[in-house]
């Protein structure tokens, strides 16, 4: 019974900690979501949209029907800006591509994420601006070419210097002349950001491999109304152009921490579950061992030992118990939190502040456990 008891209390420690992980790890992603993903989800409805090869054949068929869906969208009431893109915040993947800084050599190229954007895409996301400027009307396949940098890729492409006005190559075109700097956005997920950064070309001079487009729509009516006008505009546009992925940036942020909070319910619910179990078992061997002491417990007491003395006793008895389990909890969370190391962020697998913080906890429940037994042997009437 003493050795179950005590893996009992392991398990439980194992389990606490776990969950105490994957809660500090959920809460930094939502204050990642809420601050420093690249994007303001409040009133965002996004869609996917896949314009058939036989009916938009080139890159300029594409364009020109991403315009017309624009300039209908932006009619809808309510909406206050509008925009197209070749990746979306939060969509799972990247789209790496070599990115080379004019005047430098082949040797120093990157591989950063290139996504396409049209104007308004940058205030439809409420990405923010950090110098110079988003794209515009004027940014036209005639014109002159322009690129949009993040910070990160500012950074490592020209450190310490103003990357407006810098020209970069996108693979073998370009140069594109750097009109803005923009914050980071997380493509891949809150947990994850492409180390090197994100390049920014405008719809009309630099089109994609990719036929999917993402439309995000800014509007300060309900999420409702506004898939239903876009669901009608796009009919009116083309009633055969697929539209998939309806969605609003709200719920994209939900999904993507949807693992983490999956497995942060099931760790607290089992973790819970052990350290019931673990403090009934201990109150059970406990009471179990002041009925078998009875007798010791009443002589005790007849030969001089205070109330005080035989409360420790039991106490002694149950402390010894919690803190085997303790111990060899501490190991085993030990060694599982490294496995759990792929669904944490912003917290290390080993913290000391979680480790020590459940270790406390599990053992001031487990001592509340004890008191009653104890209680209960100072009771017992020597005679």
Not at 105 to 133: H, Q
């Amino acid at each position: 019974r003493r050795g179950l008891v005590a893996a009992q209390v392991a398990l439980s420690v194992v389990l606490l900690i776990g969950a105490t992980l994957l809660f500090t790890s959920l809460r930094y992603l939502l204050d990642v979501a809420a601050t420093d993903a690249g994007f303001n989800a409040t009133g965002v409805v996004t869609a996917t949209i896949f314009p058939p090869p036989s009916r938009y054949p080139s890159s300029t068929d594409v364009v020109a029907l991403q315009e017309r869906v624009l300039d209908r969208v932006r009619a809808i009431p309510g909406v206050t800006a509008a925009g197209i893109t070749s990746n979306i915040a939060l969509s799972g993947f990247e789209n790496p591509s070599s990115v080379s800084a004019v005047g430098r050599s082949a040797d120093e190229a990157v591989i950063p994420s290139v996504v396409t954007v049209t104007p308004g895409y940058f205030e439809a996301m409420a990405t923010p601006l950090i110098r110079g400027r988003y794209f515009d009307r004027t940014d036209r396949s005639d014109s002159a070419k322009v690129a949009i940098v993040d910070g990160r890729l500012a950074a490592r492409l020209w450190p310490y210097e103003d990357p407006i006005g810098k020209e970069i190559y996108r693979g073998e075109s370009g140069p594109f002349r750097i009109a803005g700097v923009v914050g980071d956005v997380r493509l891949e997920g809150l947990a994850s950001m492409q180390s090197i950064g994100t390049a920014y070309f405008p719809h009309t001079q630099s089109p994609p491999v990719r036929r999917l487009r993402c439309i995000a729509l800014k509007s300060s009516v309900d999420p409702a109304a506004v898939v239903r006008g876009l669901r009608l505009a796009l009919l009116e546009i083309d009633p055969d152009l697929p539209i998939a992925d309806v969605q609003t940036m709200l719920e994209r942020t939900a999904h993507a921490v949807a693992p983490q909070r999956l497995a942060m319910s099931l760790s607290t619910m089992f973790a819970g579950i052990a350290l019931l179990l673990s403090m009934l078992g201990l109150y059970g061997v406990l009471v179990g061992v002041v009925a078998r002491r009875t007798r010791e417990i009443g002589i005790r007491l007849a030969l001089g030992d205070t109330v005080g003395g035989v409360f420790r006793l039991v106490l002694a008895e149950g402390a010894g118990l919690i803190g085997v389990g303790l111990v060899l909890g501490l190991a085993g969370a030990g060694l599982a939190a490294r496995t759990m190391k792929g669904l944490l962020f912003g917290v290390q697998p080993t913290d000391p502040v979680v480790f020590a913080g459940v270790t406390i906890v599990t053992g001031a429940i487990a001592l509340l456990a004890c008191i009653e037994p104890a209680r209960r042997a100072t009771r017992v009437d020597p005679i």
